[in-house]
């Protein structure tokens, strides 16, 4: 995952700067010292720097109190810094794992959730990715707002991936969670509610080193669990065929010239009846599975991936790619359910039954009276629909065979 590889990066980069930052400050004590042997310096002048634009700052009154600043308040400050840091490239590769799960399983958004857009919005959409990519975009940014805990929700609720199956406890994660809070709102003082919840009479958060290494440890851990689960769900076909005019595919090829590696790019364009289609509209993962070997995993409109595998087919002829294995399932139309029902239950139904035209909602009216649910009720009135007992209606109106309205 890219979010995931994104994670490894900036986290990378806090780790060394943490012990970079260390680095630098034992050898400018042991410079310095060096420095004042050699009666190079004062070890009783105060200390000063000069930065760009000539600004001047006064390190420290002595060389000892610049010493102790670098031994105890530099560096707290510094793993208190990194810490808040850490906890933000957190989130972040939390949101971006969300963003990747959505974007590869466009079944996950399907809600009954109404989104307003503006008619001139709507009509700057270029194609069905920009509207996707609003609808995503528009899910994470609430989530930046709503916090950890809301993040949590989502993945458990939306995503189906329960975060408290990590090998740690999740109050972990919470508690980094909130020790972050403190430090940048109350510059690391603990209120009453902090107090309350952990048991603690601590009056300032401490992030010792001991505690910042653990906390590199747990969290580089935590995102290597989401990014197993997130994988997960990411290539699972369960809910990809859920459409009855969607489809999946798995495709194994090697690229042998620029048109071959053009055609598996996200941006590539081809033309359907009067469309034209970016691969991009179609759910897209694509792996190196070695040097010019890709194994492509693609889902969404039937008509849009077979013209995709014939233009694949067609570069194959040209030499352009050398197809492996192509794997194509069209999802299933839904199967309905079969709702079963004694005869007594049919015949109470029927004969509680007022004269046509009913009006909206009778199914329910008569599930309360007897009893039953909604769904058994009218399952038997369409069966006696279809056998001719009663008439179609419609809105509370009686349609006839030849499908006009009665008056």
Known sequence: MEAYNNFQTEFAH????????LYA????ILCSTQR??????????????TLAGGNEFRLADTLKELHDKYKKSYRTILRETIFVRAISVLEVFLIDAIREILLARK?????????????????????SSEILSYIINNECRNLHNGGFKEICKYF?????????????PLKLIFEYHDKRHLIVHRLGLTDKEYRHKYN???KQVDINEKYLINAFINIRAFCEFVLNESTRIIYSTDNLLGQI?????????????????????????FPFDDSIVKLKDLSLQIIEEAEDIFNLIISGNINYLERYIAILKKLDFDKSIEIIKIELKKANPPKKKNIKFSIEMFDKIRNILPEQPWEKGIHKIIAGKLGVSSITVRAVIRKLISDGVFKHQVDGRIIDGNSKEKQ
Request: aromatic share 10%; proline share 2%; no cysteine.
């Open 156 to 168: 458990r609720n939306r995503l189906k991936i329960e975060l408290n199956n990590f090998k740690e």
């Open 36 to 49: 004042a042997k050699d009666d190079y310096i004062n070890k009783e002048d105060p200390v000063f720097r």
């Open 200 to 202: 603690t009479n601590t």
């Open 245 to 269: 005019n969607e489809a999946f595919a798995t495709i194994t090829l090697k690229t042998l010239d620029q048109k071959g590696d053009e055609a598996i790019q996200k941006n590539y364009i």
């Open 107 to 127: 079944d996950l958004l399907i809600k009954n959730d109404i989104i307003t857009i503006s008619y001139p919005h709507l009509i700057s959409f270029n194609n």
């Open 25 to 28: 400050y034992d050898l400018a």
């Open 14 to 21: 806090l780790e060394m700067l943490h012990a970079s930052t």
